[in-house]
């Protein structure tokens, strides 16, 4: 089966390094179907490239590859890795009772808009089953409380692990993770929060933006970190509102924004089009 290689690149910036590397592509008589690059404020390089496969004529097989590019990766002081699109991501979602965002990825995977497996979903509620069992999708209902969040979430960790997942999505899940469950998944826990960020972290932010009288309401995707929504942002969009909008207005107006903002993070990740820098990311759209 023909599949291509996404090459993702991090590195001090050097003069020669968009050389080096495809120089490296043209010698294993590969062909690249698409680069980007770009060089951050203080000098790091990051690049995405998608090359065409071994079964395009790619000299290097698929457990050759790590290899043969260590070296050049150690001249430079490359951190790098290497994904094959016949192997998609594994994805599973996490929801509370707010089903919106979750409706929204369920129907952009059954139309293949998002290029993953989803072997699960995980809920401390039992509303969204029937939803969830409709297409074909094991769910898992892990009630918490207060008093067993770190059962609960040891649970939860034990599910996803069985199901071998890579990316988890909290598509609103309506509990706040601890530092162990963030470092089993570094990087690839995505979160939508219903607000602009930084403006409004936490719970209640549409009710909070109708008080301060904004004229401006957004949803934020993030990785997530130990800190309260204060991950690194993937995407952000926002809608202006006036005086005449109450809070039951802003949040249908701002769940359309969500599920827009989570399903495009969503796909920017599975497609390794992200690469986080410190407290950034650069995407490559």
């Keep these: ?35 980007d690059q770009f060089v951050s ?7 995405r490239l998608e090359i065409e496969g071994e079964g395009n004529g790619f000299g290097l097989a698929r457990e050759e590859f790590g290899g043969a590019f260590a070296p ?44 993953a497996e989803l072997p699960v979903v ?5 509303d969204l089953r029937s939803r969830v069992e409709s297409y074909g999708i094991p769910y898992v209902h892990l009630p918490v409380t207060k008093g067993t969040k770190a059962e609960q979430e040891a ?9 071998a997942v890579d990316l988890v999505v909290l598509a609103r899940y309506m509990q706040i993770l601890s530092p162990d469950f963030v470092a089993a998944y570094p990087e690839r826990i995505i979160n939508i ?7 409004f972290v936490g719970a209640e932010p549409y009710r909070r933006a109708h008080e301060r ?7 934020t995707a993030h990785y997530v970190t130990d800190e309260l929504d204060a991950g690194q942002i993937i995407h952000q969009d926002v809608a202006h509102v006036t005086h005449r909008h109450g809070v039951g207005d802003l949040v249908r107006l701002g769940g359309e924004i969500e599920r827009r903002v989570l399903a495009r993070a969503v796909r920017w990740h599975l497609e390794d089009r992200v690469l986080v820098d410190g407290d950034r990311t650069v995407v490559f759209e």
Excluded: Q
């Design 1 to 35: 089966m023909s599949y291509n290689l996404r090459l993702l690149i991090s590195c001090p910036d050097r003069r020669g390094l968009i050389a080096a590397i495809s120089s490296f592509v043209s010698l294993h008589d590969g062909n690249i179907l698409s680069a």
């Design 72 to 115: 050049l990766a150690r001249r430079y002081g490359m951190d790098w890795r290497v994904t094959h699109t016949d192997r998609p991501k594994r994805m599973a979602v996490l929801v509370s009772k707010y089903d919106h965002c979750l409706i929204d990825l369920l129907w952009r995977w059954e139309s293949r808009d998002l290029e």
């Design 41 to 47: 404020d203080s000098g790091s390089f990051f690049m």
């Design 193 to 199: 929060h219903h607000s602009f960020l930084p403006a």
């Design 155 to 163: 649970k939860v960790l034990e599910v996803l692990g069985s199901h």
């Design 213 to 219: 009288g904004v004229k401006m309401i957004g949803a």
């Design 122 to 126: 995980i809920s401390n509620h039992d």
